[in-house]
């Protein structure tokens, strides 16, 4: 299968270690992976902020990127559930329906699309990990079940891929789909509320004995690692990709 890559700006410029697991691991998979030089950004950060018009050029410049392929994996629920559901500061024309259809993140790739059975190249994770789904990932893509759509069954496409690493541990925590206070914007207009939302989320995980936190959402953890550096806690970050791939972390 040929592949576009997309890595999102904020993870090229600050954890480019993801965007090379996720590479490798669409490899691992037989994948074709072609990674657009020009990309840049999606558009998210001005269309969150209210600046629609602003995300136009920016929106239009994504499509012609990524225009060629028929399936687009880049590795953060926030960005896809973007350009798959709110690319639309530009004029919806067939590309542009094309590419917002065409647009996978990479749990959903992995687990509906290749049906992955397992990792056998990954070494055993002998680790407790915290499993944090982001907003957009649980409601706008959904990897898992909101809790509280209590009259669906439960389900975690995020889980599954995970319970295939050998050794690793998923614990339990009390809120597990609540928001980390991360927001993209509103982490800088209401920093006192994403702070306390922060802090809330960190102590749920530590309690409960997690070494990792684990998300296919960068900018979640970036929000995290922030908290737990502050209060120097033993936990670390890090994106599925990297766990699922076994590569250094």
């Known amino acids: 299968m040929k592949v576009g890559l997309f890595i999102p700006c904020y993870i090229d410029a600050f954890f480019p270690e993801v965007g090379v697991a996720t590479l490798e691991l669409l490899e691992n998979f037989g994948c074709s992976v072609e990674y657009p030089l020009d990309q840049t950004c999606c558009g998210q950060p001005m269309a969150n902020s209210g600046c629609q018009d602003d995300a136009a050029a920016t929106e239009a410049h994504f499509v012609a990127c ?9 590795p953060s629920g926030s960005c896809v559930h973007h350009v798959r559901c709110h690319l639309d500061a530009v004029e919806q024309t067939p590309e542009v329906r094309k590419v917002r259809a065409g647009t996978r993140e990479l ?3 992995l687990h509906d699309d290749l049906k992955v059975a397992d990792f056998p ?7 407790k990990v915290g499993l944090h789904d982001s907003c957009s990932a649980v409601r706008g ?6 809790s509280e759509r209590v009259n669906l069954p439960h389900f975690s496409k995020t889980r599954d891929l995970l319970g ?4 690793l541990e998923l614990v339990e925590i009390d809120r597990p789909d609540e928001c980390c206070g991360f927001g993209g914007s509103f982490c800088v207009t209401d920093e ?12 749920d995980f530590h309690r409960h004995g997690a070494e990792y936190i684990v998300s296919a ?8 690692k922030g908290v737990i550096d502050r209060l120097k806690l033993p936990l ?4 599925i990709a990297q766990i699922l791939n076994g590569g250094p972390l």
């Open 66 to 74: 990524f225009k060629q392929f028929a399936t687009v994996v880049g």
């Open 107 to 109: 749990v959903e790739f």
């Open 121 to 127: 190249w990954s070494p055993a994770f002998p680790h």
């Open 141 to 146: 893509l959904g990897h898992t079940r909101p």
């Open 164 to 167: 295939k690493v050998r050794g």
């Open 192 to 203: 006192v509320v994403s702070a306390k939302m922060g802090y809330d989320r960190v102590h």
């Open 217 to 224: 959402d960068m900018s979640c953890l970036l929000h995290m």
């Open 236 to 239: 670390k970050v890090v994106h």
